[in-house]
Each structure stands twice: as structure tokens, then as C-alpha cells.
């Protein structure tokens, strides 16, 4: 039955490295699986779990096609900084992904919204994406889908007030939601408010994390300190525990 699945784990390693096996799964069935892939802390120990199954001979990543999540706008795309040096560093080399397959908004155009749409041409090309890893920010944002944003954005350019640069291009909440499954991982207290208000809480763009609870497939995968301001962790836990072998990863 479509559902969100909460899993909740004693260590942020073994959220990584849960998540991990359920991104080696969608690849094992499908090599050329396309994973949209974010960057920041959260995901980092996904991309490390998976780097040591290839080095181990275990998986093989060679034909998996990435699609980033955001990227700067203004920086170039060698800087050490931008969404694509760090993929390129965390995804696409230790995994050993074709770099023509690793697709990540182009923050320096110079049409910005035609940029935006040729990001969601891209997409569309590949023929969308099976499984987008996601991290949250502490006041529910996802990708750069800050408080208020419409659920039905599309790729767009966002002003952040947070960031430096404060400029960028993101996949909208609508884009995201056309993946076909999502897979969401956060670690530590200070995720706490924004796991509860994502999860539990009412779908309102004031969180735009709530919105996966509109998803028919959204997995999210947390530590026990992310997972302190749920009301129904028994209930999360006692679901993992039983749940029948099929649906395990
Ligand atoms: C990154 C992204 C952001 C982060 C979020 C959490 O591509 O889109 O939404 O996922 O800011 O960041 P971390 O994981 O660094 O806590």
C-alpha cells in the first residue's frame, strides 16, 4: 500500500548505510537508474557506502545517470564550491558514473529562466527520475525550496536568505514530486522539528518538507536524535519490525 515508511535507526551510519541499500537496490534492478542527488552533510554518508560497494566489486554504478538536486547561480561549475564540484567529488568519481550522465543546473547562464527550463527538458529526456535523495533543512526546506514555496514550482531561480551565494537554481516541489520514489535522510537534533513537522505535521508550504506526505512512494530514513519530536515512534518502529520480507531492503 503506498505509504510514507519512517525508519528510525540508532546511528547516523546506519542511516547511510540503510539508505544506501535501498539506492543499490533501485540500481541493481535498473543500471541505468536515474538518481537525483543532493548535496550538504545528510546524503554524504549514502555516497561513501556506496563508493566502498563499487570498490568492493559489489555494485556497479557505471551506468546510473545523477540528476542534481540545486545548484549556485554565479559560480562556475569548477569551482570547489559549486553543486557540481561537489558531486563530482562525492558521487561521480568515487562511484565511477559516466560524467556526460551527471546532469546539474547551470548556475552560470546567462537565461537564467531558460536555464530552468532546459533542466526540466533534461529531466523529462532521461525520462524522469526513479529515486531522488533528499536531506531537509531545519526549517523543512528541501532542494532550495524555502518556507512558503508553491508545491507546484518547477525548476526555478531562488533568492535564499540564507545562503552565500544567495542566488540559486533548484528544482521545484513539483519537479522533486515527479520522482518516482523519494528517499529522505536526516541526522541529529537539530533535524528534530522539521522530521516532525514534515511528517506529522499538516502539508503547508510553510514546511515544505510536508509535502511527501502527498507522495505515493517516500521513504525517510533517520537517526534516533532526528526522530525525538515524532509522536508515533513506537508505531514507526513496530511497522519496521514487522514488516514482511518483500518490502525489506
Ligand atoms: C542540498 C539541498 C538542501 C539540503 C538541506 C540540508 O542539495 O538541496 O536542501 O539537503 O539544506 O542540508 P544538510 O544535509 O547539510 O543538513
Known sequence: MPAMEIIILPTP????????????????RRPEAVVGLATGSSPMAIYAELAAQVRSGTLDARRVRGVALDEYVGIPAEHPESYRSVITRQVTEPLGLDPGNVFVPDGRATDIPAACAAYEAAIRGLGGVDIQILGIGANGHIGFNEPTSSFASRTRFFDSPEQVPTHCLTQGLGTIMDAHELLLV?????????????VEGPVTSICPGSILQFHPEATVVIDETAAADLQLVDYYKHTCANKPDWQRF
Open 186 to 198: 536526516a541526522q541529529g537534533e537539530a533535524k528534530a522539528a522539521a522530521i516532525a513537522a514534515a
Open 13 to 28: 551510519a546506519e542511516v547511510g548505510r540503510l539508505a544506501a541499500r535501498k539506492i543499490a537496490q533501485v540500481v541493481t
